[in-house]
């Protein structure tokens, strides 16, 4: 399902809820804007939660710490986030107008909390020499099994280059998977696939990606389009940077 930015009255872009919105993702996911001075707090008995910084500047405040953490845009700026298990109380306060995407699923695992800082955040490139560049792009991964095996999420970035794709080859997988995009540009706009349908994607926009359906996407020529891409794992069936290929499509792998 894809939807335009849509806030409410407090602020907050729901994107999906576990028994709610978007079901089918199995994991909560919304983006709340917070005004300079304005907090938030979050506590859930059964559900693990991450806060993922996209613009703005805040104070994390958990387990009698604190942090601070600014990120000018997500084009700019890596990603602070902190992540923690069920039952642990967080509370963010504004020290500039920010603006945050918050996802967590329920989970029954304890887990020491971790605060990322972008020096910790794996930043890689895909596709620049393939296709003559047209699928080139940067993916940056907060966590997921490799570095927390506990968890029930995956959390990361995505940031590519004007009129290019990513998530290319076509490719799908049996877990959920929902994307939030921005663009450098308010007027930005590219093209996000969920199977055969296919949405014009726009700043703030997002996508629940419905498992087993193929979710290439492109950016129009003249904007850079970044979007964070967030996964549920599925009871013993994790997402291990698993990828099953559109047959027809597979050969692109073998092209230099």
């Keep these: 399902m894809y939807e335009k930015p849509d806030y409410n009255e407090n602020g907050e872009l729901i994107c999906s809820q576990e028994n709610g919105k978007n ?26 939660i991450a ?12 387990e009698g710490r604190t942090e601070k953490a600014a990120r000018r845009s997500v084009f700019l700026d890596k990603p602070y986030c902190l992540h923690c298990c069920r039952g642990k109380e967080i509370r963010v306060r504004a020290l500039l107008d920010s603006r945050l995407l918050i996802q967590q699923t329920t989970n029954e695992k304890e887990f020491a909390t971790t ?6 955040c794996t930043l890689e490139e895909f596709g620049k020499e393939k296709w003559d560049g047209t699928a080139h792009r940067q ?10 095996p506990w968890s029930n999420l ?19 997988h049996p877990q959920p998977e929902l994307y939030y995009y921005e663009f450098d540009k308010p007027q930005g706009f590219g093209v996000g696939f969920n199977g055969d349908d296919c949405y014009k994607v ?8 419905t498992p087993m359906h193929a ?14 891409w967030l996964i549920r794992h599925l009871d013993g069936d994790p997402w291990i940077k698993t990828r099953i290929d559109v047959p027809e499509h597979a050969w692109l792998n073998a092209e230099p």
């Design 51 to 62: 806060v993922l910084l996209l613009a703005g500047e805040v104070e994390y405040a958990f």
């Design 215 to 228: 979710h290439q996407q492109a950016a129009a020529p003249g904007y850079r389009m970044y979007f964070a």
């Design 139 to 148: 993916v940056l991964t907060v966590f997921d099994y490799s570095n927390e």
């Design 154 to 172: 995956v959390m990361g970035e995505v940031f590519h280059k004007p009129g290019c794709w990513t998530s290319y080859p076509p490719h799908y």
């Design 23 to 48: 079901s089918i993702m199995l994991m909560d996911v919304w983006v709340k804007k917070l005004a300079t001075g304005e907090s938030m707090t979050l506590l859930e008995p059964e559900k693990e």
């Design 202 to 209: 726009e700043d703030q926009s997002y996508l629940a990606i």
């Design 115 to 120: 605060f990322y800082t972008p020096e910790m």
